[in-house]
């Protein structure tokens, strides 16, 4: 299930006719905008229903939907030894991430920074929720998502082909900006809580820190992986 506008609408242009409905308000005082999503739902051959307020948010359960809802296939996941690796492969690697605001925030930068695939631990992770959907703008039915049972054991496949794999720790020993990202390189970013796990920023070939010029010692998941993914885009001059 697929709550909010652009998330419907990033639906709808993935998958179209594939979606098994799209629902639609049909006493919202936002009636142009829902309006046009439901004119375009019907353009790509999806089913469009109309539907009040209180149904809505009855199958919401809580998610902000703006009067928009869809249901969409299951999302598909690759394995890690399915994922190509090449001289610009730039992965995101989140490590027991749990809060699917975060979560959601890190695909949605993925995808708008040309991420090649995003990586995370299938148990101690938030999941793929309508809110995780939500947070990433719809940005997650255009990401390529590699759900792992084991990040150690992911990160160890990365790096046999020649991936180098980078913890984000504001206690790490180099700034960002004067390490070389521009190789085929994994940022790995820890919980909101503990951050790196042991065993975790044992395997990382560097941790690099976000130099921070206020009063705030650390930043949340999230914003470190814009920050680190846009780092690596400036320094392949993309």
């Known amino acids: 299930m697929i709550c909010g506008l652009q998330p419907v609408r990033e639906a709808i242009r993935a998958h179209g006719r594939r979606l098994t409905r799209v629902l639609v308000e049909s006493d919202s005082g936002d009636g142009a905008q829902l309006d046009a999503l439901a ?13 009040g307020r209180a149904a809505l948010d009855r199958l919401a359960r ?7 809802i869809a249901f969409a296939p299951q999302l598909s996941t690759v394995p890690v030894e399915a994922l190509e690796v090449g001289d610009r492969s730039l992965f995101v ?5 749990q809060d699917p605001q975060n979560f959601g925030a890190a695909i949605r930068s993925a995808v708008a ?15 793929l929720s309508p809110a995780t ?15 792992v049972r084991s990040l150690p054991t992911a990160i160890t496949s990365l790096r046999a082909r020649g991936v180098v794999v980078v913890g984000l720790d504001m206690g790490g020993e180099t ?6 990202l521009a190789r085929p390189v994994a940022f790995v970013v820890g919980s909101e809580g503990k951050g790196l796990r042991k065993t975790v920023k044992r395997m990382c070939d560097a941790r690099v ?12 998941a999230a914003v470190a992986v814009a920050i680190a993914l846009y780092e690596a885009v400036r320094q392949r001059g993309a």
């Open 209 to 220: 820190r976000v130099p921070m010029a206020g009063s705030l010692a650390s930043l949340n």
């Open 133 to 147: 959907f939500r947070a990433s703008a719809g940005a997650v039915e255009h990401a390529t998502l590699c759900r």
């Open 62 to 68: 809580g998610v902000r939907h703006q009067g928009a």
């Open 93 to 97: 690697a989140l490590d027991e991430v």
């Open 113 to 127: 920074m040309g991420a090649t695939a995003v990586v995370w631990p299938e148990h101690r992770s938030a999941p």
């Open 39 to 51: 004119r375009f739902a019907s353009d790509q051959g999806a089913l469009v229903e109309r539907l």
């Open 175 to 180: 700034p960002i900006d004067r390490f070389d």
